[in-house]
Nanobody, 123 residues
Framework: QVQLVESGGGLVHPGGSLTLACVASGFSLDGAPVGWFRRAPGKEREFVRSISPSGGNINYADFAKGRFTISRDNAKNTVYLQIDSLKPEDSAVYYC????????????????WGQGTQVTVSS
C-alpha cells in the first residue's frame, strides 16, 4: 500500500520559516513527480509547487514564485517544502502529492495524496 505522510507543520510567527517533509512508503519516489498543494479555510485546494523525478524541472503557482522552495531526496523517499517569510495568508493545510505524469500542477494530475499537515501563521 502507498502512503504519503507529511510532517513539520505547526504554529509559526509571521516572518518565520518552516520546512515541511513528506515521506513515501509502499513505492519509490524516484520515478514520480511530486508536489505540494494547500487548502486554506474558505478556499479550494490549490497547487503550490511540484518537482520532476530527477529534480530538473519545477512548476509553481504564481503566489509561490518566491518564498517557497521544493526539493527532494530520492534516497530517503522524501520531498520537502521550505516556506520563508511566512504570512498569515499562508495558513492552510498542506498536502503532499505524487503523480505518474509531469507537469504536476492540478489535483487532476494526482495519483496519491497525503493526509495533510496544518500550518498556522499567527502572532
Amino acid at each position: 500500500q502507498v502512503q504519503l505522510v507529511e510532517s513539520g507543520g505547526g504554529l509559526v510567527h509571521p516572518g518565520g520559516s518552516l520546512t515541511l517533509a513528506c515521506v513515501a512508503s509502499g513505492f519509490s519516489l524516484d520515478g514520480a513527480p511530486v508536489g505540494w498543494f494547500r487548502r486554506a479555510p474558505g478556499k479550494e485546494r490549490e497547487f503550490v509547487r511540484s518537482i520532476s523525478p530527477s529534480g530538473g524541472n519545477i512548476n509553481y503557482a504564481d503566489f509561490a514564485k518566491g518564498r517557497f522552495t521544493i526539493s527532494r531526496d530520492n534516497a530517503k523517499n522524501t520531498v520537502y517544502l521550505q516556506i520563508d517569510s511566512l504570512k498569515p495568508e499562508d495558513s492552510a493545510v498542506y498536502y503532499c502529492a505524487a503523480s505518474t505524469r509531469f507537469p504536476l500542477t492540478s489535483p487532476r494530475d494526482v495519483n496519491y495524496w497525503g493526509q495533510g499537515t496544518q500550518v498556522t501563521v499567527s502572532s
